[in-house]
């Protein structure tokens, strides 16, 4: 077996994963993954520029590309280790640019090359930032859009005005959560503990912890109405929720 071939398949092997273990946290996950590319195919059509961010190992560029083949995506995220594997799985496919920058850094927007996008997309991510940046970002994302174009955060992010019914659908969503995490999959903690064993990837593991000072724990998880608001003062013709599952939620906003 070729090296290429090796290296494709070790990367394929922690996507899997990364995907069970993430899909630990959000049983609906696909859904979520599969809503976001329903809304850049809507916006950008069968052949969109799209920008991935905090993209980890390129999970939804993985399945942009998967069901737009003619799509091309920038694909940013800070973290050496996911994008390790991001780039054993992306890095020869010329569709795709994969960048190491820094959201909190208000000059990575230089990083990203050639603008604009027809949808910047992200999962998961954005609750990393602190609220101060996560304002700016939203900002940032604006610029980097075409008129027309669309920023889609799928997150955690409660309907505010819903206390009971989320603390309901959070009953529910714990109890999807420990039925799969019965199958033995590492939770976040564990799944890092046993990346850090992989030779390959080690020296990535200890550098992502001297950043993150750490594994991470989530800054800020706004309400969804947080982001609507923040995403309007942030210039967007339009801002609102475009899909929610249960605590799960995509503001878009669009230029
Ligand atoms: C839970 S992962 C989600 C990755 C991917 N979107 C997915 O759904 O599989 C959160 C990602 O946010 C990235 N991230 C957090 N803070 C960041 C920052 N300041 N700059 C760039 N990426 C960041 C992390 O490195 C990580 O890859």
Redesign the pocket.
Known sequence: MSTAVDARTWAEDWQRS?DRQ?EGYMPDREHR?AALVDIVEAVGGRAPRVLDL????G??SRRLLGRLPRATAVA????PA?LAIAAATLGDDERVRIVR????DPA?TAAVGDTPFDAVV????LH??PEATLRRLYGDLRALVRPGGVVANADEMVPARLPRLTAELSRLARERRAALWADGRPDWDAWWDIVARDPRLAEAVAE?RRFFGGDHAPEFVPPAEWHVVALADAGFAEAGIAWRSGTGAIAAAVR
């Open positions: 990364w993430q993954l905090a993209c980890g190992t999970s939804i940013v995220d800070v973290d996911l920058a820094d959201l909190g990575w992200t999962a998961t991510a990393w930032l992502r």
